[in-house]
């Protein structure tokens, strides 16, 4: 129990830039109620009670948003998703977008390589949505290279954002990201960007979205293998 309040804390702190001050209630925005910490301690510990028959165990990826203030109290308002191996039992998040078909759209890389998303193709594609401030989508690129590494010749992975091309050059100095880059594409990022930053979004062969993922754990995560198995698994029933 501990440890799931130290990865709750942790959390909170990547999902920042500045610092928070720490709840001392926690909001559940499916059923408005609210929690004092012992409480929602107990609704973490009560996941892994309610499904310790199950085979695999539940992963829990907690969804905080903003804080409020009332009184002496400071509340922390949360969603979360919860899935049994590669099936969700709830989500934060209504994604409607799983399912849609992308049109066939060419881009140009920041290399001037030619990108295909959508339409026929022979390989899959992973497309990342990032921007250069989002402290969970740089937390999750060493995660990301790891299956770029492995899958690079049966999958194309792409990353997308609306920053400049020349900001993303210079933040490749600095960051390892081997996506193929495209940049400065506020349309279509908008055409397939649903809540909230880094979204990953897998497209089958022939351009349909089968799924729709927020950011791999990486942060939380010091084995790098563990981290990208779930995201492996979706890449493998894409082959």
Request: charged share 30%; proline share 4%.
């Amino acid at each position: 129990m501990k440890r799931l309040f130290s990865i709750l804390i942790l959390t909170l702190l990547i999902s920042c830039n500045n610092e928070r001050p720490e709840p001392n209630y926690y909001r559940n925005l499916f059923t408005g109620e609210i929690l004092n910490k012992s409480e929602f301690q107990e609704l973490q510990t009560s996941f892994y009670i309610n499904y310790k028959d199950s085979i695999e165990k539940p992963k829990i990826i907690w969804n905080f948003s903003k804080l409020e203030k009332s009184a002496d109290s400071i509340i922390q308002n949360f969603k979360y998703d919860m899935r049994i191996g590669d099936k969700y039992i709830i989500r934060a998040q209504d994604y409607k977008k799983i399912g849609m078909t992308i049109p066939e759209q060419n881009f140009k890389s920041i290399d001037g390589e030619k990108i295909t998303i959508g339409g026929i193709q022979d390989k899959p594609t992973l497309i990342n949505l990032w921007f250069i401030q989002c402290p969970g989508c740089i937390a999750e690129m060493p995660a990301l290279n790891r299956l770029k590494e492995k899958y690079s010749d049966k999958v194309n992975f792409v990353s997308l954002t609306y920053e400049k091309e020349e900001d993303v050059r210079e933040f490749l100095k600095k960051r390892e990201f081997e996506f193929t880059h495209i940049v400065n594409n506020e349309k279509f990022l908008k055409e397939l960007y649903s809540f909230s930053y880094p979204e990953n979004i897998f497209i089958d062969k022939n351009g349909i979205i089968t799924n729709i993922e927020g950011p791999l754990p990486s942060h939380l995560d010091t084995d790098v293998d563990i981290a990208i198995e779930y995201f492996e698994r979706l890449i493998k029933k894409l082959l």
